[in-house]
């Protein structure tokens, strides 16, 4: 298996810098006309990567419209293809890169108007077959770039710069990570007027999406003493943090403007360094993550334990089990590790996964 290294250095300047950055409405367009600079399009600032997601789909596709969604993935996506109207059509994955491929696309094409290409994990797609399938069968490519910003596709070409419109999330362990918020960019000319969202975020948010760098930490540093999972639990129900899954979509609220602020550094220094989640695939996953847990390294959850995750929204998605094989075993087997660990904090980790492979 390959090793993937990632790195969030801005994110790692940290906890105190996100608790108390000052944000301005230059930020919101700075970040704005940055984002259309380096993706070339119109861009709209958005609540968080769903919400963008969903206003990229409603600006290309009548509602009721299929689109296919890559079968290993998070519940988000979902969110944001049932939001816009549309259908989402699943295909299977490829075990090496967990994307789907020009074959799997065929067994689901049949109708289709467009694809989601993911990245997963920062893994780049075949985007020269599929751009090739997509034109011979007049499919619109959407980016979702949540997992890859950053990434250069094999051909040389930056992640988001190949699709009709290109899908920002800022959201936690994301490639841009300032917890919430998130950016589309409209690539080609729109099917639908869509208005840009401006109105402020909640305060009680902003606290929250402010919070969570130093939640995180303090529970990092806690769980040397197994104590990590304990505290998360706790600021959990005292709702001073917020599962990234419950992030809600909403198309007319914008990203607080310190998030701008901070997703443009991130954004300025991805270019040398594409953020990865490094992952493998593992006998006995419930050991493991034991064994991890007792070397004291804190995982609030991998990428993905159910083809379409968290596990708890799965039952709503009805996921055609069947025709996805590779997307059940994926996720049955698969760990990898969480963006805030160094590279050199993850080699005793290393070494307890590959006993396991
Ligand atoms: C997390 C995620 C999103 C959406 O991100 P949010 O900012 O949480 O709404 C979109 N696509 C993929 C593949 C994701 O993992």
Not at 208 to 218: I, Q, W
Not at 280 to 309: H, M, N, Q, T
Not at 324 to 334: G, S
């Amino acid at each position: 298996m390959k090793h993937h290294y990632l790195g969030l250095a801005a994110r790692k300047k940290g906890a105190w810098r996100s608790l108390f950055v000052h944000g301005s409405k230059h930020d919101l367009n700075h970040l704005k006309i940055y984002l259309e600079e380096r993706y070339q399009g119109e861009a709209m600032l958005t609540k968080n990567g769903r919400s963008a997601l969903a206003l990229a789909l409603k600006g290309y596709f009548n509602k009721g419209d299929k689109v296919i969604v890559n079968g290993f993935t998070c519940y988000a996506v979902f969110e944001a293809v049932k939001a816009a109207g549309l259908m989402p059509v699943f295909a299977d994955i490829s075990k090496e890169n967990l994307n789907f491929t020009v074959e799997t696309l065929l067994k689901v094409a049949d109708g289709a108007k467009g694809i989601i290409v993911q990245n997963t994990l920062g893994n780049p797609v075949d985007i020269e077959a599929i751009e090739r399938f997509a034109k011979e069968r007049g499919l619109l490519i959407i980016e979702d770039l949540a997992h890859s910003a950053g990434i250069n596709y094999k051909d040389g070409r930056e992640a988001g710069t190949v699709g009709v419109a290109t899908a920002l999330s800022f959201g936690k362990d994301k490639s841009i990570d300032t917890i919430s918020g998130g950016a589309v960019i409209f690539r080609a000319p729109r099917k639908h007027e869509i208005q840009a969202p401006t109105k402020a975020p909640k305060k009680s948010d902003n606290f929250r999406a402010r919070f969570y760098p130093m939640a995180g930490a303090m529970c990092r540093g806690l769980s040397y003493v197994h104590l990590g999972g304990v505290v998360m639990k706790l600021f959990l129900k005292l709702k001073m943090v917020e599962k990234s899954a419950d992030n809600r979509l909403d198309l007319i609220v914008r990203p607080a403007k310190f998030e701008a602020k901070l997703a443009l550094e991130q954004l300025k220094e991805l270019k040398n360094e594409p953020p990865l989640r490094e992952f493998y695939l593992v006998r006995s996953r419930d050991e493991v993550l034991k064994k991890l847990k007792k070397a004291g390294y804190y995982f609030d959850g991998f990428w993905y334990e159910k083809p379409i995750s968290p596990a708890r929204y799965y039952s709503k998605v009805h996921f055609p089990e069947a025709d996805c094989p590779n997307a059940v075993v994926v996720a049955e087997t698969i760990i990898n590790f969480p963006t805030h660990y160094k590279k050199a904090e993850l080699e005793a980790a290393r070494k307890i996964v590959k006993e396991y492979l």
